[in-house]
């Protein structure tokens, strides 16, 4: 959440950093364990999984350890868009420490293949 009541009037709007609960090497190992999970679930018409093709907009993590994941589809008619955050939701709830795990479906911004990494270009043979 932004809290933007402290800014002084004709000052620019920046918000508080966040500041968790959970200490900061188990936040990263939560979040380095949330991405290898993602990795680990495959868009089935393309051979790249989908952290690296740029399907996930945000991962939060609160305090109590639950975390929401936003993610998109390449194509809003995407075949599997009632499973794929499904898949989604049990890779990230084996992760070891995660609480509950909320699957968002959002589509804006729309998905392009400028989201996708260097990896997933490589793979795609996408230059």
Known sequence: ??????????????PPAAVSAIPQEELDRLTDDIIGAL???YDPEI???????GLI?????????NVTVDMT???P????AGEMPIWVENAVSAVNG????????VFDPPWDPSRMSDEA???LDFW
């Open 1 to 14: 959440m932004n809290d933007l009541t402290n800014t002084q009037p004709g000052s620019a709007a920046e």
């Open 39 to 41: 990795k680990s679930v």
């Open 47 to 53: 051979p790249v999984d989908i952290f690296e093709l």
């Open 57 to 65: 907009y945000r991962i939060d993590v609160d305090d109590d350890r």
């Open 73 to 75: 589809l390449t194509a």
């Open 77 to 80: 008619g995407c075949p599997v």
């Open 98 to 105: 995660v609480g509950t795990v909320k699957v968002e479906m």
């Open 121 to 123: 270009r490589v793979a």
